[in-house]
């Protein structure tokens, strides 16, 4: 896979918080296949995936939070066709049948050890008949169909890994976008780079307009005015208040998720459109900082313990010293000293905390952008900052995948003992 096809796979739009949405469209595309309203619904689900739908509230469910809502609105509200915008304009008026279908007891969540840490298994029954559909390492990435126990679709997983495979490097990314404008491929990801500016501004701009969740961007702007590094940040922060906490506009994501889309590119816009800086300049930037959120994310994994808005505010941070048409160097400073300081950030599932988590992870990767301009920057051997940047990504990669998977589950377990208790 090139960079274009990656981008256009992985920049698309998506209606609420990517898990529960995930959720919505498996239990939907079961109930297509399976022809009928189910009677029951069991869901398997890997750790990370109970853990990020947990807690944030479902668009299009008047406020209604978790697995089970997400998994019956989906199956009898739901369209299929739609992906990621399963839930869009959904039936309101039947959403007390649902509350009233999951306190009879016909949804069921079970935890499935040993499997992707993105791993979605919606089973269906109604009457004599059933229908199994499996959702692995991407919030879309259907690889198997089952009715009354027979496949109608499988996917050769091994093969398809090997073809998705992307080729990452700093300088490859930055040759890439240097040339871009002037690339066969503009013209096929323009109109998704339109939607990311639209759609991602949008939503900063409804969370800084309305009360939504914790409401940290409208706290940010209040308490730091005419400081446009604190605005931009305060942004893309109420971008994911809006967003946590149920809002019905779409997001176009990035590594699987719409805060880290957000937080990619609203910094960026807002930079751009601040400075004056040319459409094509911003195109180029935003290819930019997308293609190095992917290449931050691509070892680690969509979903882990690592917070992924470190990815996403680090990319940010670089694509503004892209668009500022600062040297390499610099910019690989940037990514450099930003990842040296937000690395270890949890994840505890998505939730309104998840808008502050971007504002501190924003705030200290601006900060390294302005320390890589003083020549002020982190050394190699200064802590987990290796000799260049491919190494110092690598090592990043390997603490969050490998070194944080202990931690992945005790934060489960911990939210597990939690809901046991209310």
């Not at 209606?15 to 069991?42: D, H, R, V």
């Not at 978790?66 to 609105?73: E, K, P, Y």
Request: proline share 3%; with cysteine; aromatic share 6%.
């Amino acid at each position: 896979m090139n960079y274009v096809e990656c981008l256009k796979h992985e920049m698309i739009a998506a209606f609420g918080c990517t898990e529960p949405i995930a959720l919505a469209f498996a239990s939907a595309k079961a109930k297509e296949t399976l022809g009928g309203n189910p009677e029951k619904i069991i869901a398997r689900l890997s750790g990370n995936m109970i853990k990020n739908a947990n807690s944030v509230k479902v668009p299009g469910t008047d406020g209604r939070k978790g697995i089970a809502i997400s998994l019956a609105a989906g199956a009898f509200l739901g369209d299929a066709k739609k992906n990621l915008q399963v839930l869009e304009n959904i039936d309101k008026e039947r959403l007390c049948e649902m509350d009233e279908y999951i306190e009879d007891g016909n949804v069921k969540v079970e935890l499935v050890p040993g499997v992707p840490n993105l791993y979605i298994e919606v089973e269906e029954f109604s009457g004599e008949n059933s229908s199994k559909v499996v959702i692995e390492d991407s919030h879309t990435n259907i690889t198997l169909i089952e009715k009354n126990g027979e496949a109608v679709f499988k996917k050769n997983t091994e093969k398809a890994a090997v073809e998705e495979k992307v080729e990452f490097s700093f300088e490859k990314i930055y040759e890439y976008a240097k040339n871009f404008v002037n690339s066969a491929d503009f013209n096929e990801l323009k109109p998704i780079l339109d939607k990311e500016i639209a759609y991602n501004t949008a939503i900063a701009e409804e969370g800084m307009k309305n009360e939504w969740g914790s409401s940290i961007g409208r706290i940010l702007l209040k308490n730091n005015p005419g400081n446009f590094s604190e605005t931009i940040t305060a942004y893309a922060a109420a971008g994911s208040d809006a967003r946590m906490s149920g809002c019905e506009l779409p997001v176009v994501i990035n590594s699987g998720s719409g805060n880290q889309g957000i937080t990619v590119s609203v910094p960026i816009i807002m930079y751009a459109r601040e400075f004056g800086i040319d459409k094509e300049e911003l195109y180029s930037a935003l290819v930019f900082a997308n293609l190095i959120g992917l290449y931050l994310k691509q070892r680690i994994g969509k979903l882990s313990a690592y917070c992924g808005v470190v990815s996403a505010s680090s990319a940010a941070a670089s694509g503004i010293a892209y668009l500022k048409n600062e040297e390499p160097e610099i910019i690989k400073e940037t990514l450099s000293n930003a990842l040296a300081v937000n690395s270890g950030l949890i994840c505890d599932g998505a939730k309104p905390s998840c808008a502050m988590k971007i504002a501190s992870s924003l705030r200290n990767a601006i900060l390294a952008y302005e320390q890589a301009k003083a020549k002020k920057s982190f050394e190699p051997g200064d802590g987990i900052v290796m000799s260049d940047i491919e190494k110092t990504i690598a090592t990043v990669s390997r603490i969050a995948k490998d070194g944080m998977k202990t931690t992945d589950e005790v934060i489960l377990e911990e939210m597990i003992a939690a809901k046991s208790r209310e």
